[in-house]
């Protein structure tokens, strides 16, 4: 739990950063998140997949600029993220998706 606990804080921080790199004060609104329904009843592959679809969605942005370091990263937390919960991994490759198809142009 210790380790969802501090995923999750720092999944977010690493979000909120990554949208407005002077937010601090911004962590404080993950904490009603935390300890959502579906991790009170019980459902902890569910919980740790949220976090894990929380560092894909963002590794994403980074996929074409970045080496072949980010690709064997973002790999290997999609397969993690298949093996948690299908549906996570379903939400990080329809954002994966999008993401490509943004920046994919015909000139």
């Known amino acids: 739990m210790t380790l969802y606990i501090l995923g999750f804080v720092f999944a977010f921080r690493y979000l909120a950063r990554s949208i407005y790199p002077a937010n601090g004060a911004f962590l ?14 019980g459902f902890f592959n569910y919980s740790a997949s ?18 072949w370091r980010w690709r064997i990263v973002l790999g290997t937390l999609m397969l993690v993220l298949g093996l948690s919960h299908p549906v996570s991994y379903a939400m990080a490759m329809g954002t994966i998706f999008f993401i490509g198809w943004g920046s994919f142009s015909l000139a």
């Not at 404080?28 to 009843?41: D, E, G, I, R, T």
């Open 28 to 41: 404080l609104v993950a904490m009603p998140f935390l300890f959502h329904k579906v991790f009170l009843m």
């Open 50 to 67: 949220v976090i894990l679809f929380l560092f894909c969605g963002l590794l994403a942005r980074n996929f074409e600029k970045e080496g």
